[in-house]
């Protein structure tokens, strides 16, 4: 049972949630379901960002909610560009492919002939960089990250922190996803073609699909309409951090609008972008991933993309080829996650059933005194890891054995949600009442019960 989200820049990794519908969709043109479960989710300020459909040769369809700046009230719109994160990966892997096909790179160049001050950098393959199986350690993952994550850092100061880790595994045996891979990838793209990763995505995707709201968005908030992102501490939305993009490069500093991301993942398996056979090889995987890319299945049909977190920006990309749709979704305030909002569009689309979701019951306010009660550490002898319960800053935060702490919002003295990842936890007080002695974590249906240690 997996129950946490793990927030990394670049690598939010959702619970991800199925969506469970037909191989065809049912009169795709009409968009009354859609709007009707959008409107649910703007209504009760679920999210703040853009959602596009895009299908065939029609015009992407756009939904917005919410303030691309809370602090200059500027709203949200249809060419509001926000931070994509690990998107960009997918942009990476493409120009990887241009260069292969145009013969200034092999995928099976080792690591060594480009940065050969790596550890195990005569076994690592490009290949295995684009597979996430080169056994680079991921430097996102290391506390010290969140020190220098918003101070600019030149290419050499990076290569000097991602070469203090040791390899965490043999190239080609595993797969485990590392931002390292596409950082160093997208230095190589700079190497071989002797200019910027900047200049080379504007000449070989942004120019050639006409995309007008997509760039490397170094260093950042450049643009009047690029959002900002926001965290939600239950009751208010907060500015989130500011990643300098000098440091995610190819593994996250592109910044585009929803419907630029609809016609680039739409070029790129109409052929526009890269040969039939480099697409076919892009969608080969390996364990999990392909060539920056993953799959999701949906009943008989796949749908392929990626998606990102970077900051408090949150996205998802995806196309079902079966189908010709596109769906991207790009939101800088999540209360609820891509997922819950894709779920409810794509059942609407290939009619399905749905059943919209209650926002009725409100979030509530606790004092010091009784959130305290819920401090402590807590195991289940039917669950590896252990969670604790502090409190700071006036909300109560959770946290599992090695992963990060996030807020909970109380429902009331013993309930509370993290509802990103669909979680319920319902405290059991001592029979006095001054501490909790229990309580039972539900997700996804299943109910865990654990005691106080």
């Not at 002797?194 to 260093?219: C, D, M, N, Q, V």
């Not at 993009?245 to 398996?269: K, Q, R, W």
């Not at 305030?333 to 019951?361: C, E, H, N, W």
């Not at 959130?371 to 002898?381: A, D, I, T, Y």
């Amino acid at each position: 049972m997996c129950i946490f989200v793990k927030i990394d820049f670049m690598n939010k990794l959702f619970l991800v949630s199925t969506f469970l519908i037909s191989s065809l969709l049912v009169n795709s043109q009409d968009y009354t379901g859609v709007d009707s479960v959008l409107n649910h989710f703007i209504k009760n300020e679920r999210f703040m960002g853009a959602v596009s459909l895009k299908q065939g040769n029609n015009l992407p369809k756009t939904y917005v909610a919410g303030f691309a700046s809370i602090e200059s009230r500027a709203a949200v719109n249809a060419n509001t560009t926000f931070r994509i994160g690990s998107i960009t990966k997918m942009f990476t892997s493409v120009m990887i492919l241009q260069l292969a096909e145009e013969g200034k790179l092999s995928l099976n160049d080792k690591l060594s002939k480009y940065y050969p001050e790596f550890k195990n950098s005569d076994k690592i393959s490009i290949e295995d960089m684009l597979y996430h199986q080169s056994g680079l350690h991921n430097f996102t993952d290391e506390s010290d990250y969140l020190a220098y994550m918003e101070i600019p850092q030149t290419h050499e100061d990076m290569i000097n922190k991602m070469t203090a880790f040791p390899i965490d595994f043999e190239p080609g045996t595993t797969n485990s996803y590392s931002n390292t891979n596409y950082v160093l990838l997208g230095y190589i793209i700079e190497q071989v073609s002797g200019s910027t990763y900047k200049i080379e995505l504007e000449k070989r995707i942004i120019k050639p699909l006409g995309l007008k709201h997509t760039s490397a968005g170094f260093p950042g908030q450049s643009e009047a309409n690029e959002a900002y992102s926001y965290g939600d501490a239950t009751v208010k939305w907060i500015p989130s951090t500011s990643t300098h993009l000098s440091i995610p490069h190819g593994a996250g500093m592109i910044v585009s609008n929803t419907a630029d991301l609809c016609y680039f993942i739409e070029a790129l398996f109409q052929g526009k972008l890269i040969s039939e056979k480099s697409l076919k090889s892009m969608i080969e995987f390996k364990g999990r991933y392909g060539k920056g890319i993953f799959t999701i299945p949906f009943y008989e049909s796949v749908s392929y993309g990626h998606t990102g977190g970077i900051d408090a920006f949150v996205s998802s990309l995806s196309y079902f080829p079966e189908d010709s749709l596109a769906v991207a979704i790009c939101l800088n305030g999540v209360r609820s996650t891509p997922d819950d909002i894709a779920i409810g569009a794509l059942s609407m689309l290939f009619d399905k059933p749905y059943t919209f979701p209650d926002f009725s019951k409100e979030v509530v306010e606790l004092s010091q005194e009784q959130l305290k009660r819920c401090e402590g550490l807590f195991s289940s002898p039917e669950f590896p890891l252990k969670i604790s319960f502090k409190v700071k800053d006036g909300l109560l935060f959770a946290q599992a054995t090695g992963q990060s702490e996030f807020p909970l919002e109380a429902l009331s003295e013993t309930d509370f949600r993290f509802e990103m990842a669909g979680i319920l936890i319902e405290f059991k007080p001592l029979a006095d009442g001054a501490k909790m002695n229990a309580f039972v974590l539900t997700q996804m249906g299943k109910s865990t019960e654990f005691s106080r240690e």
